[in-house]
């Protein structure tokens, strides 16, 4: 952001609301850094993870941040989305660290085939896997409350068991900006610095910081099949095509990334940033409508898989 | 939904269609706005909040279609849309139909951003509001029109004063429901303004709206309220100062969270700013210990600062290598903020388990943690009727005005003038849980004049002239489990090594010491504190203190742990099954317990909490007191 240029003490500039995002942001991870032994930032290459980790950079500078990454991978992502994490994470002077589910990559799951079970094994089990293996008691990761309903009332530190439960009825309350980091062995904290951006914020922040991210969220020419009203992109030779079926060339982008074959594509010419602040600004579907994960399970889908300890 | 209509408060499609970086670069200089929205059950909260949310464009259409279908099923409107539908969360509250926790909307106009907590009006109501208003610059107190002030108004209004809300908005809704009568409007608004009176708010905005039909909300005055002279509540929204506006013109305040030191060359002390502003070249002082410097730099990853003011988060670098670390304040040099470890403070009870008066809890403001006491209340206010009541605790959701002792000093500044260093959490030593939240009002006049007296023998000196270590070998077990026989037994053992002992005993205490407390919890925690504090003076003085008590709560013995210095506490958990001490009851106790003639006794009707980690364990089952001696004095060796 840009610096704050001196004035007279008699007109003190009111901060605009990016700043005081950002302040807020860096304020939380500097108190996880503090109180936590063993902090590590979720990274999953998405806007919000590029944030997060700008975001960190500015919060320990001239340090790198004190923490490594880790991404949980499910070997589904879009390729451009692997080529930008090594490179993000080299210069922000940061470990990063890959975990896989060795019993998923064994049998074999994928998402073509099994359904709510990649997402519960790769994911979820491999989330629980990595922060055990590693021992990690503090995670940071980019949700924001205005992504879903249930995520309105989750708190910045949000506890979890030691088997990575979250109970909602039993969240510690969160007064001013002092954060109770305190826990038990085993027991672990998802820290969502983010908490208070909304996904227009997430935009502008990007717009005005020049922060790289993956380019599947400009649009451009990509090769592209039909699935249940979703617009999928044939990212690699996995993608299992039915007789006869030829993928069609359509200029598309993404609103949200996550696994290629789960990941909604909208039709779009916007190629710069700001003509996808626009678009975001004029369209008229949420964010998270590209995913199918939030429909299983009826009305409540995020909030059942947050209790079994997705993130 | 007819007057839902684009109003010049939002997001205009046509700039954004037409010139997508002229409108980006206007919504770069918006400010924030944080506010809290409280009602009862029935005041249409949701149902405002819902319309800020569409009116905003918050909703898109997945959103609106699930809106509309939902509305249908389980909706309250009819075929209108129930916007309250928009604003629940978890499943567990869409199945009962209320709000059960504090939630957080969003929503933006052209000139600000909102962050709004909405908070629920039921009984839960203390905690969630205390929670919401917190973080909160205004309040928007709804009252129902056809309604008027009822207790809920009352009860809203004096818990977000409390808070340092400065800023309110009497917002009388359902005006639809009252064909729009100025009368009623303005006898609502009189009665607000006798009432808010009398606990303190000088002064507050009333606007006449409609959440349901969309009345003053974003343009005013509406077609139905030509009577109506002041601005919508966007408007009003819009204009209003916020507080970290109003904390920069205030003396620099900066709570160190984490020292910066990359290498040899860098040492930075990064902080949010409380208040004030800070360039290089201004004189500061390092609070606790006073010590002065100048800043020397302000760094960010953009770049150094010439200036920063409250509200931003930045490094500083000091012109003098001076100590500073996590919990210190850096402030101006001239005006610095005060010193002290007595407070009397406004105490919000927010746990299910009520306060132990006396027992000791972490106390965190800003980036200070200490243990701190609570003291009997001096009073808990009625929240519906504002009376002072005589109180000999806290439960839950109680608010109360209590003397707060902490082990160490703190940096503070009463809540009134700075949320940042006068706001606190307490949170329970055992369980982890925050438990309370409290607002300094002022340090206590006794903290300011007991100063230590420094000596000139000091604890190194006693301890070296008895050539030995000093410890604390603190027993605890149930009654009869055999805590004084064996005390008893290591200290003869350890005369006849030549160390210099003293056993404190528990009934024996009870003799002298201690001969005005009872046994109810508050009774037997003050016992354990008065025994701690005698155990570390003997400690002080070179001795090796043996004390044989029950001390049933884990929190009292955590409490004597911290007094003392690292490793001297040795917690010995005499680890008897009660059936074995119940059946041997030496002194008849148990046997009146269980007929009821005596209360509170640990183990059958008051609990024991075993030692999570005790240091050593010991039992009178396998072992002979003797073996018990020599093995805890096996663990305990050396002792020089």
Same mark, same amino acid.
């Given at each position: 952001?840009?610096?704050?240029?001196?004035?007279?003490?008699?007109?003190?500039?009111?901060?605009?609301?990016?700043?005081?995002?950002?302040?807020?942001?860096?304020?939380?991870?500097?108190?996880?850094?503090?109180?936590?032994?063993?902090?590590?930032?979720?990274?999953?290459?998405?806007?919000?993870?590029?944030?997060?980790?700008?975001?960190?950079?500015?919060?320990?500078?001239?340090?790198?941040?004190?923490?490594?990454?880790?991404?949980?991978?499910?070997?589904?992502?879009?390729?451009?989305?692997?080529?930008?994490?090594?490179?993000?994470?080299?210069?922000?002077?940061?470990?990063?660290?890959?975990?896989?589910?060795?019993?998923?990559?064994?049998?074999?799951?994928?998402?073509?085939?099994?359904?709510?079970?990649?997402?519960?094994?790769?994911?979820?089990?491999?989330?629980?896997?990595?922060?055990?293996?590693?021992?990690?008691?503090?995670?940071?990761?980019?949700?924001?409350?205005?992504?879903?309903?249930?995520?309105?009332?989750?708190?910045?530190?949000?506890?979890?068991?030691?088997?990575?439960?979250?109970?909602?009825?039993?969240?510690?309350?969160?007064?001013?900006?002092?954060?109770?980091?305190?826990?038990?062995?085993?027991?672990?904290?998802?820290?969502?610095?983010?908490?208070?951006?909304?996904?227009?914020?997430?935009?502008?922040?990007?717009?005005?910081?020049?922060?790289?991210?993956?380019?599947?969220?400009?649009?451009?020419?990509?090769?592209?099949?039909?699935?249940?009203?979703?617009?999928?992109?044939?990212?690699?030779?996995?993608?299992?095509?039915?007789?006869?079926?030829?993928?069609?060339?359509?200029?598309?982008?993404?609103?949200?990334?996550?696994?290629?074959?789960?990941?909604?594509?909208?039709?779009?010419?916007?190629?710069?940033?700001?003509?996808?602040?626009?678009?975001?600004?004029?369209?008229?579907?949420?964010?998270?409508?590209?995913?199918?994960?939030?429909?299983?399970?009826?009305?409540?889908?995020?909030?059942?898989?947050?209790?079994?300890?997705?993130? | 939904?007819?007057?839902?209509?684009?109003?010049?408060?939002?997001?205009?499609?046509?700039?954004?269609?037409?010139?997508?970086?002229?409108?980006?670069?206007?919504?770069?200089?918006?400010?924030?706005?944080?506010?809290?929205?409280?009602?009862?059950?029935?005041?249409?909260?949701?149902?405002?909040?819902?319309?800020?949310?569409?009116?905003?464009?918050?909703?898109?259409?997945?959103?609106?279609?699930?809106?509309?279908?939902?509305?249908?099923?389980?909706?309250?409107?009819?075929?209108?849309?129930?916007?309250?539908?928009?604003?629940?969360?978890?499943?567990?509250?869409?199945?009962?139909?209320?709000?059960?926790?504090?939630?957080?909307?969003?929503?933006?106009?052209?000139?600000?951003?909102?962050?709004?907590?909405?908070?629920?009006?039921?009984?839960?109501?203390?905690?969630?509001?205390?929670?919401?208003?917190?973080?909160?610059?205004?309040?928007?107190?709804?009252?129902?029109?056809?309604?008027?002030?009822?207790?809920?108004?009352?009860?809203?209004?004096?818990?977000?004063?409390?808070?340092?809300?400065?800023?309110?908005?009497?917002?009388?809704?359902?005006?639809?429901?009252?064909?729009?009568?100025?009368?009623?409007?303005?006898?609502?608004?009189?009665?607000?303004?006798?009432?808010?009176?009398?606990?303190?708010?000088?002064?507050?905005?009333?606007?006449?709206?409609?959440?349901?039909?969309?009345?003053?909300?974003?343009?005013?005055?509406?077609?139905?309220?030509?009577?109506?002279?002041?601005?919508?509540?966007?408007?009003?929204?819009?204009?209003?100062?916020?507080?970290?506006?109003?904390?920069?013109?205030?003396?620099?305040?900066?709570?160190?969270?984490?020292?910066?030191?990359?290498?040899?060359?860098?040492?930075?002390?990064?902080?949010?700013?409380?208040?004030?502003?800070?360039?290089?070249?201004?004189?500061?002082?390092?609070?606790?210990?006073?010590?002065?410097?100048?800043?020397?730099?302000?760094?960010?990853?953009?770049?150094?600062?010439?200036?920063?003011?409250?509200?931003?988060?930045?490094?500083?670098?000091?012109?003098?290598?001076?100590?500073?670390?996590?919990?210190?304040?850096?402030?101006?040099?001239?005006?610095?903020?005060?010193?002290?470890?007595?407070?009397?403070?406004?105490?919000?009870?927010?746990?299910?388990?009520?306060?132990?008066?006396?027992?000791?809890?972490?106390?965190?403001?800003?980036?200070?943690?200490?243990?701190?006491?609570?003291?009997?209340?001096?009073?808990? $206010? =009625?929240?519906? !009727?504002?009376?002072?009541? +005589? %109180?000999?605790? /806290?439960?839950?959701?109680?608010?109360?005005?209590?003397? *707060?002792?902490?082990?160490?000093?703190?940096?503070?500044?009463?809540?009134?003038?700075?949320?940042?260093?006068?706001?606190?959490?307490? $949170? =329970?030593?055992? !369980?982890?849980?925050?438990? +309370? %939240?409290?607002? /300094?009002?002022?340090?206590?006049?006794?903290?300011?004049? *007991?100063?230590?007296?420094?000596?000139?023998?000091?604890?190194?000196?006693?301890?070296?002239?008895?050539?030995?270590?000093?410890?604390?070998?603190?027993?605890?077990?149930?009654?009869?489990?055999?805590?004084?026989?064996?005390?008893?037994?290591?200290?003869?053992?350890?005369?006849?090594?030549?160390?210099?002992?003293?056993?404190?005993?528990?009934?024996?205490?009870?003799?002298?010491?201690?001969?005005?407390?009872?046994?109810?919890?508050?009774?037997?925690?003050?016992?354990?504190?008065?025994?701690?504090?005698?155990?570390?003076?003997?400690?002080?003085?070179?001795?090796?203190?043996?004390?044989?008590?029950?001390?049933?709560?884990?929190?009292?013995?955590?409490?004597?742990?911290?007094?003392?210095?690292?490793?001297?506490?040795?917690?010995?958990?005499?680890?008897?099954?009660?059936?074995?001490?119940?059946?041997?009851?030496?002194?008849?106790?148990?046997?009146?317990?269980?007929?009821?003639?005596?209360?509170?006794?640990?183990?059958?009707?008051?609990?024991?909490?075993?030692?999570?980690?005790?240091?050593?364990?010991?039992?009178?089952?396998?072992?002979?007191?003797?073996?018990?001696?020599?093995?805890?004095?096996?663990?305990?060796?050396?002792?020089?």
């Amino acid at each position: 952001m840009r610096p704050y240029v001196s004035a007279p003490m008699t007109e003190l500039p009111t901060l605009t609301h990016l700043q005081r995002l950002e302040a807020e942001a860096i304020h939380v991870m500097r108190e996880v850094v503090a109180e936590a032994e063993r902090p590590v930032m979720l990274y999953s290459m998405g806007k919000d993870s590029a944030v997060m980790l700008h975001v960190a950079r500015k919060a320990f500078y001239p340090s790198p941040p004190p923490f490594p990454l880790l991404h949980v991978d499910t070997t589904w992502k879009f390729k451009a989305m692997y080529e930008l994490r090594d490179r993000a994470a080299a210069e922000a002077g940061m470990d990063l660290l890959v975990h896989r589910n060795l019993e998923a990559q064994e049998r074999g799951i994928n998402p073509f085939d099994h359904g709510p079970l990649h997402t519960d094994m790769w994911k979820t089990e491999g989330l629980k896997q990595a922060l055990d293996q590693y021992g990690f008691d503090a995670a940071f990761g980019g949700a924001r409350r205005d992504e879903e309903k249930s995520r309105a009332k989750e708190r910045i530190f949000s506890f979890r068991t030691a088997s990575h439960g979250w109970d909602p009825k039993n969240q510690r309350p969160e007064l001013w900006n002092l954060y109770n980091a305190r826990k038990r062995k085993g027991e672990s904290i998802r820290v969502f610095p983010l908490s208070n951006w909304t996904e227009l914020d997430i935009w502008q922040y990007i717009h005005l910081e020049g922060i790289e991210i993956v380019p599947l969220y400009f649009s451009a020419p990509r090769p592209t099949v039909e699935r249940e009203g979703m617009l999928l992109m044939v990212d690699d030779d996995r993608f299992p095509l039915a007789p006869g079926e030829e993928p069609v060339m359509r200029s598309i982008r993404f609103r949200t990334l996550g696994c290629y074959p789960l990941t909604g594509a909208v039709e779009s010419e916007a190629a710069t940033l700001p003509e996808v602040i626009q678009e975001m600004l004029l369209t008229t579907t949420s964010e998270r409508q590209g995913r199918a994960i939030d429909k299983d399970e009826g009305g409540a889908g995020m909030e059942v898989k947050k209790q079994q300890g997705y993130f | 939904m007819a007057d839902t209509a684009n109003t010049p408060a939002y997001e205009s499609d046509a700039l954004i269609a037409q010139d997508i970086d002229a409108y980006l670069e206007a919504h770069q200089h918006k400010t924030m706005l944080r506010f809290i929205t409280c009602g009862s059950v029935d005041d249409g909260k949701s149902t405002l909040i819902g319309r800020l949310l569409y009116d905003s464009k918050m909703i898109f259409e997945d959103q609106l279609a699930a809106l509309e279908s939902d509305s249908r099923r389980i909706g309250t409107q009819g075929q209108e849309i129930d916007f309250a539908l928009l604003v629940d969360g978890l499943a567990a509250e869409r199945e009962q139909g209320i709000t059960i926790d504090v939630a957080y909307r969003f929503f933006s106009t052209e000139k600000r951003k909102f962050i709004v907590a909405d908070c629920p009006g039921h009984e839960q109501y203390t905690r969630n509001m205390v929670t919401g208003a917190s973080t909160a610059d205004l309040a928007v107190i709804l009252v129902d029109a056809r309604k008027g002030v009822l207790v809920q108004t009352r009860r809203h209004s004096f818990l977000c004063h409390q808070l340092g809300i400065r800023s309110v908005v009497l917002a009388v809704n359902k005006m639809d429901l009252v064909g729009y009568d100025r009368a009623v409007f303005e006898r609502i608004v009189a009665d607000y303004r006798d009432f808010a009176a009398t606990i303190g708010i000088e002064n507050f905005t009333a606007i006449p709206i409609s959440g349901f039909k969309g009345d003053n909300i974003t343009a005013a005055p509406s077609a139905n309220t030509p009577w109506y002279d002041g601005p919508s509540l966007i408007d009003h929204l819009e204009s209003v100062e916020v507080l970290s506006a109003a904390d920069a013109g205030k003396p620099f305040r900066m709570p160190v969270q984490w020292v910066n030191r990359p290498d040899l060359d860098f040492r930075g002390f990064s902080g949010l700013i409380a208040s004030g502003t800070i360039a290089s070249g201004d004189a500061v002082r390092v609070l606790p210990s006073g010590r002065t410097s100048s800043v020397a730099s302000v760094v960010t990853f953009d770049g150094d600062l010439d200036r920063a003011i409250a509200g931003q988060s930045v490094t500083l670098t000091l012109a003098d290598e001076i100590d500073c670390s996590r919990g210190n304040v850096i402030a101006a040099a001239d005006d610095p903020p005060q010193v002290a470890d007595q407070f009397e403070a406004t105490v919000v009870w927010l746990a299910d388990e009520d306060l132990h008066v006396g027992r000791g809890y972490w106390l965190k403001l800003a980036t200070q943690t200490v243990s701190a006491t609570v003291q009997e209340p001096k009073y808990r $206010i =009625d929240v519906n !009727t504002m009376e002072r009541l +005589a %109180a000999k605790t /806290l439960s839950l959701n109680d608010i109360g005005v209590a003397e *707060v002792f902490a082990d160490k000093p703190l940096v503070f500044e009463p809540y009134a003038t700075n949320r940042t260093l006068g706001g606190f959490i307490l $949170i =329970d030593k055992a !369980t982890n849980a925050t438990v +309370a %939240a409290g607002m /300094l009002h002022f340090s206590l006049r006794r903290s300011q004049n *007991v100063h230590w007296q420094a000596t000139d023998i000091t604890r190194e000196h006693h301890a070296a002239l008895k050539n030995q270590t000093p410890r604390v070998l603190w027993f605890t077990g149930l009654s009869g489990s055999g805590k004084s026989t064996i005390a008893n037994e290591v200290e003869k053992q350890l005369a006849l090594m030549n160390r210099h002992t003293f056993l404190l005993d528990g009934d024996n205490v009870r003799h002298g010491l201690n001969k005005d407390l009872g046994f109810t919890e508050a009774d037997r925690i003050e016992n354990i504190r008065r025994i701690g504090e005698v155990a570390k003076l003997m400690a002080d003085a070179g001795l090796i203190v043996l004390t044989a008590f029950i001390s049933p709560f884990r929190a009292e013995r955590q409490m004597v742990r911290d007094m003392l210095a690292e490793n001297e506490f040795i917690e010995i958990f005499v680890d008897t099954p009660l059936e074995v001490a119940e059946a041997r009851d030496v002194k008849g106790l148990y046997r009146k317990a269980r007929e009821g003639k005596l209360k509170n006794f640990t183990g059958i009707d008051s609990p024991y909490e075993p030692p999570e980690n005790p240091d050593i364990v010991v039992n009178t089952v396998d072992m002979t007191p003797e073996e018990a001696a020599q093995y805890i004095i096996r663990r305990i060796l050396p002792l020089k």
